[in-house]
């Protein structure tokens, strides 16, 4: 185990209603990354948080946001859901520029 | 063009048996990282191996090894006497250092690799 945590594990949600997800690091790395894995596709980058500071940001609308805390964890916000979302959504700790570590991913499904 | 190109969608193979698994990518960054994870069925993304673009040399960890070549931009993983338990979905990832600063990693579509007893 890598000792990263997500939650909830499985969500269902409605087009248009608001998901929050949320992820705990590892103990010791300062950086969190999100991904999302459509199925049978490879993970794509959503965006990445280092010492509360988003530094990195993939090809996703605005209304994919986030958020770091001061013990690192982090939360991933998911406004106006739309169908399209519906994927797994995986999120990684690492020291920062290091091996990133994923969590067991939350399962959202959008109906 | 992608990235990250691993061609094989679906390898399926018999116990003990070996097996490559190809990944090819693209960067015009003369500092990068490559990695290989492996996907079970439960989800989470299993960390295997990570080489910086400076070392070539070839690495082997148990059954596992993994071919480096920067002359034809392939990082190609190998497991040897394949087992039922290998059975996953293998991906490829190339970091390179994005705009804000940080290395960001870019993922192959994966293989899927099945191992039959």
């Known amino acids: 185990e890598t000792g ?3 939650s909830p594990t499985h969500l269902i949600k409605t087009r248009g209603q608001q998901v929050t997800l949320r992820c ?14 459509a199925l049978g596709q490879g993970p794509q980058f959503i965006f990445q948080y280092y010492r509360e500071e988003e530094n990195g940001r993939g090809n996703f609308p605005p209304r994919f946001s986030g958020l770091q805390f001061p013990n690192y964890s982090s939360e991933l916000n998911v ?7 519906s994927a797994l959504y995986l999120c990684a700790s690492s020291p920062a520029d290091d091996t990133q570590y994923f969590g067991p991913g939350t399962r959202l499904t959008v109906l | 063009a992608q ?3 691993q061609a094989q969608t679906e390898i399926s193979v018999v116990e003990k048996e070996d097996v490559t698994l190809d ?6 960054d003369t500092t990068y990282y490559l990695f290989w994870y492996k996907q079970p069925p439960s989800g989470e993304l299993v960390f295997l191996i990570r080489r910086n673009s400076f070392d070539e040399q070839n690495e082997i960890s148990g059954r596992y090894s993994w071919n480096f070549q920067k002359s034809t931009s392939s990082f190609n993983f190998t497991i040897t006497a394949s087992q039922v338990v290998d059975s996953a ?4 990832a190339l970091s390179e250092r994005g705009t804000g600063g940080s290395y960001i990693p870019t993922f ?8 039959h007893p």
């Open chain 2, 108 to 115: 192959g579509r994966g293989t899927s690799l099945i191992v």
């Open chain 2, 3 to 5: 990235k990250v190109t």
């Open chain 2, 89 to 92: 979905v293998y991906f490829c």
């Open chain 1, 79 to 85: 406004n106006a859901l739309e169908l399209d979302d």
């Open chain 2, 23 to 28: 990944c090819v990518y693209e960067t015009r």
């Open chain 1, 24 to 37: 705990s690091s590892q103990s010791g790395h300062n950086t969190v990354s999100w991904y999302q894995q």
């Open chain 1, 4 to 6: 990263v945590t997500q």
